[in-house]
T-cell receptor
Framework: KAGVTQTPRYLIKTRGQQVTLSCSPI?????VSWYQQTPGQGLQFLFE???????NKGNFPGRFSGRQFSNSRSEMNVSTLELGDSALYLC????????????FGPGTRLTVL | EDQVTQSPEALRLQEGESSSLNCSYT??????LFWYRQDPGKGPEFLFT???AGEEKEKERLKATLTKKESFLHITAPKPEDSATYLC?????????????FGQGTILTVHP
């Protein structure tokens, strides 16, 4: 069974631009969670989607948004990029969320100049 | 709010030297504890899920155990390829959907 895939793997943007990251979950998984990973803060939860609905959101500004499509694929968008948004963005999929095991993709490395 | 603390922050072992990593947690009703391995620049790789105190899981040189306050990841006769960051995460009944709370990780280096 194919794992979680994320595109693109690397991105370089400048301050003020916006970016869209994509995540394809494991087949049959309906929950997709997004995390930001930085050396200082570790892994921090951004939001979770299930059946095209955002069920949970972490403590991030409104510049961070996402959506999920009917095939469970998910995208996250960051508008008006800041230098501090440079990070590894990870998505994880699970069967239904909750206490189900989350399986992570390889991540998208975003660098903001 | 859920809290997860991992120790030590870094651990250096000689090949074949067994040791344990610790994950202490404070949650309101544990629903699941997860161990992941992460190599530099890559996404976390799932290792184990533990659901209740007393539970143990094994995979090759790794064994995870769970008590009501902490979890241990025991590494027996490690090899250099076991070098990675090991992450512990929890999901609790006080948590809303899809959110895992992670510890800061233990960086393991195994020298040949």
């Amino acid at each position: 069974k194919a794992g979680v895939t994320q595109t693109p793997r690397y991105l370089i943007k400048t301050r003020g631009q916006q970016v869209t990251l994509s995540c394809s979950p494991i087949s049959g998984h309906r929950s997709v969670s997004w995390y930001q990973q930085t050396p200082g803060q570790g892994l921090q939860f951004l939001f979770e989607y299930f059946s095209e609905t955002q069920r949970n959101k972490g403590n991030f500004p409104g510049r961070f948004s996402g959506r999920q499509f009917s095939n469970s694929r998910s995208e996250m968008n960051v508008s008006t990029l800041e230098l501090g948004d440079s990070a590894l963005y990870l998505c994880a999929s699970s069967l239904g969320g909750g206490s189900d095991t989350q399986y992570f993709g390889p991540g998208t490395r975003l660098t903001v100049l | 709010e859920d809290q997860v603390t991992q120790s030590p922050e870094a651990l250096r072992l000689q090949e074949g030297e067994s040791s344990s990593l610790n994950c202490s947690y404070t949650v309101s009703g544990l629903r699941g504890l997860f161990w992941y391995r992460q190599d530099p620049g890559k996404g976390p790789e799932f290792l184990f899920t533990l659901y209740s105190a007393g539970e143990e899981k094994e995979k090759e040189r790794l064994k995870a155990t769970l008590t009501k306050k902490e979890s241990f990841l025991h590494i027996t006769a490690p090899k250099p390829e076991d070098s990675a960051t090991y992450l512990c995460a929890v999901y609790s009944e006080g948590t809303s959907y899809g959110k895992l709370t992670f510890g800061q990780g233990t960086i393991l280096t195994v020298h040949p």
